[in-house]
């Protein structure tokens, strides 16, 4: 190099750097008179090349614009300048100018720790021999050629590094950092519909006032064909680059199905170039917890159990089912009901079915119209099937009241229902129309008590008695014109115009006229007790048909009677110790005595004093009776 170009010396347009006097600029290079150019249409390889040509040559770039030329060497960095984009050479540069030796000594090395160049900057000097030191400045282009030389080809920060130079400082400074692949952004569902939010606000009663102990909205539910999820497509990352300008690849983004989250109920369709999932029926939305689908139907499936925290009390519109407890004080209301766990709350039904599948502890379980099942034990609970049967394994200390009760074990409970059906029962208090025992006994200080309902027919028996008397009365009159009939035809001018007359009648006697007009002075002389004779027979007729009418009644009443008492049975096969039964009268007319709150199924079925006398009483044997036997 025949001489030395420093700072503010110029180079003429159309020569070449001396260190690259071997050849021409890079072809993706283009040097004017206004500026340095890369050509936009040239790949960022072939750019990196023909700057590593020209930095290695000897040369560098003077007025270089950093952000141009990173972002067109690695497609990092600012955005290109407004309008510069569309063009077909990107300006970067002033010149291309000569980087001697002398020049390049005076730039420091590099050190470079955790991704980090660290420069210290400081006074520099031109050493001539046989002169003093000449002050010198350090030139941002001959620093990123310096840098580039040095294996720093990517994250120069121009803006420290532009004002350390300005300044003349002494100072240590991190002159360019490596860029980190910057993570894309995986597939995603959002939520596209408000309907599939839970509200756990309190709920507002109609006079205004908020129930806490019941959130607004637990269980969600939808109509068919409502949008409620859309699947976000994946974004991939952005590449970064170590400070030697190799290439960092972000990780891949992760893509997800739809159908990973479409349970039953849903469908996805592809709407406005996105796939949704929406609902193809009108029901509750159901989340799997494991799987993470999403059902719709008409059942509520709940796995979080129900407590203050979780639910609150419940009333729902359709069927309901828990895996988890239902917690103290809660209260669960709808149709058919399924716990699969422990029940401490109160479960009622408004129809259907209440399935309790482990235990009912302390709690209670009502049913309006439908039967009740508890595969466990039922303590200290109560339990009411107006309409219904209820069955059990094990019940201890409860209060149970159906029109029919099926029990495997029952222990100190008091049951009332129309028919009563329990294999082993000890200090029981139980009344029914129908009680089927096959081993009852005391338990501890509890007795083992039965009573027969016998419904009371006092208003059957008076109706059937007015109905005797009536029939008696009637049969009474009639046998009293019978008499006075008698009495009459025994006279015996009438006597003889009765046989003659019928004779008469019969063409068995032919009268001439002297005899016919004797006969009809006869007839003129028994006239009116024949008109009498006449009247009694009406009246007697009359009394025979009410005496028939008021049997019939009597008959229909009687029946009536019958049906009352129906089939009421008791049956013990086997007494293990003190038991006793008694009949317990009762008024059909004010319903199913079962229907008593249980407070007073409790007091009536375990008070002392009875007007019964027993019909069992003692501690071995086997009793049976029936009140069609009685």
């Given at each position: 190099m025949a001489e030395e170009n420093h700072p503010g010396d110029k180079v003429p347009a159309d020569a070449a750097p001396a260190?690259?006097?071997?050849?021409?600029?890079?072809?993706?290079?283009?040097?004017r008179a206004d500026g340095v150019y890369f050509k936009a249409e040239a790949p960022a390889a072939l750019l990196q090349a023909a700057v590593n040509q020209v930095f290695l040559s000897g040369a560098s770039f003077r007025g270089i614009d950093y952000g141009v030329f990173i972002r067109a060497l690695y497609g990092a960095g600012p955005e290109l300048p407004a309008g510069m984009k569309d063009q077909p050479l990107w300006r970067f540069a002033d010149e291309i100018a000569?980087?001697?030796?002398?020049?390049?000594?005076?730039?420091?090395?590099?050190?470079?720790?955790?991704?980090?160049?660290?420069?210290?900057?400081?006074?520099?000097?031109?050493?001539?021999?046989?002169?003093p030191p000449t002050p010198a400045q350090l030139d941002f282009g001959e620093f990123v050629a310096d840098m580039w030389t040095k294996g720093i080809r990517f994250g120069i920060d121009a803006p420290v590094v532009r004002e350390a130079i300005a300044s003349g400082k002494v100072a240590r400074l991190i002159v360019a950092r490596k860029l980190p692949a910057a993570p894309g952004r995986d597939a995603a569902i959002v939520e596209v519909s408000e309907s599939i939010h839970r509200s756990n606000a309190p709920r507002l009663l109609a006079n205004g006032r908020f129930d806490l102990h019941t959130f607004q909205n637990r269980f969600?539910?939808?109509?068919?064909?409502?949008?409620?999820?859309?699947?976000?497509?994946?974004?991939?990352?952005?590449r970064g680059f170590e400070l030697s300008g190799i290439v960092l690849e972000p990780p891949a983004s992760r893509d997800l199905e739809m159908t990973s989250v479409a349970g039953e109920g849903t469908v996805v369709l592809h709407i406005d170039d996105a796939d949704y999932l929406v609902s193809s029926v009108e029901g509750f939305i159901n989340v799997d917890s494991k799987s993470k689908r999403i059902s719709i139907g008409p059942k509520i499936v709940s796995r979080e159990g129900v407590s203050v925290r979780t639910t609150g009390n419940l009333t729902l519109d359709g069927d309901y089912e828990e895996f988890g407890e239902v917690q103290e004080q809660r209260v669960v209301g709808g149709?058919?009901?399924?716990?699969?766990?422990?029940?401490?709350?109160?479960?009622?039904?408004?129809?259907?079915?209440?399935?309790?599948?482990?235990?009912?502890m302390g709690g209670s379980a009502t049913n309006a119209d439908g039967n009740i099942r508890v595969s466990g034990v039922a303590s200290g609970a109560v339990l009411q099937a107006k309409k219904g049967e209820i069955v059990l394994g094990k019940a201890q200390n409860c209060v149970i009241t159906g029109s029919r009760v099926i029990i495997t074990e029952a222990y100190n409970c008091e049951i009332m229902a129309d028919e009563v059906l329990i294999t082993l029962a000890a200090g029981c208090a139980i009344a029914a129309r129908r009680i089927e025992v096959d081993g009852a006994g005391p338990r501890k200080q509890a007795?083992?008590?039965?009573?027969?309902?016998v419904p009371d027919t006092a208003k059957y028996d008076q109706k059937l008695a007015e109905c005797a008397a009536r029939a008696t009365r009637h049969e009474q009159q009639a046998a009293r014109c019978k008499e006075?009939?008698?009495?009459?035809?025994?006279?015996?001018?009438?006597?003889n115009y009765l046989q003659l007359a019928s004779k008469v009648r019969k063409q068995e006697v032919t009268l001439n006229q002297e005899q016919l007009v004797l006969f009809q002075?006869?007839?003129?002389?028994?006239?009116?007790?024949?008109?009498?004779v006449a009247r009694l027979q009406v009246q007697m007729k009359e009394a025979q048909a009410a005496q028939q009418k008021e049997q019939e009644l009597g008959e229909h009443v009687y029946q009536q009677k019958l049906m009352v008492i129906g089939s009421a049975r008791c049956t013990v096969r086997k007494v293990n110790g003190d038991t006793t039964v008694r009949k317990m009268i009762f008024n059909p007319d004010l319903g199913p005595a079962y229907l008593l709150p249980p407070k007073e199924v409790k007091a009536r079925l375990r008070a002392a004093a009875t007007s019964q006398q027993p019909l069992f009483s003692g501690s071995s044997g086997e009793f049976d009776w029936s009140a069609s036997a009685a």
């Open positions: 260190a690259m006097a071997a050849g021409d600029l890079p072809s993706s290079l283009v040097q000569p980087f001697p030796s002398g020049r390049r000594e005076l730039y420091k090395s590099v050190r470079i720790v955790g991704g980090e160049a660290e420069y210290y900057f400081e006074p520099v000097f031109i050493e001539v021999e046989g002169m969600p539910q939808v109509k068919a064909q409502v949008r409620l999820l859309r699947k976000e497509p994946p974004v991939p990352g952005t149709g058919n009901i399924t716990v699969h766990g422990d029940v401490f709350g109160n479960i009622n039904s408004r129809g259907g079915t209440i399935a309790l599948r482990k235990n009912l007795e083992m008590l039965l009573h027969v309902m006075q009939m008698d009495a009459i035809t025994a006279d015996q001018e009438v006597r002075k006869m007839a003129l002389k028994v006239g009116p007790s024949l008109k009498m």
